[in-house]
């Protein structure tokens, strides 16, 4: 679930979208660990080439609360 989103051009052909996710839970296969109630950040830069936005970099680090 997105909680919220902002986009920001560099220029017609450059976007950074930037938005905080709230994943449902789930377990990792490599350590059984079991993540709930996670939050990431999620930062996507897009292109824009030959007519079509096109991902050119995806980040999402958990936001850890004190």
Partial sequence: MIESM???FGT???SVLTAIH?????VTPEDGMKHENERQIKTYVV???N???LLALDQNPII???
């Avoid at 709230?22 to 789930?26: E, G, L, P, W």
């Fill in 12 to 14: 017609h052909y450059v």
């Fill in 6 to 8: 902002t986009v920001q």
């Fill in 47 to 49: 292109v824009k080439h």
């Fill in 51 to 53: 007519g079509k936005w």
């Fill in 22 to 26: 709230k994943s449902d839970s789930y």
């Fill in 64 to 66: 850890y609360n004190p």
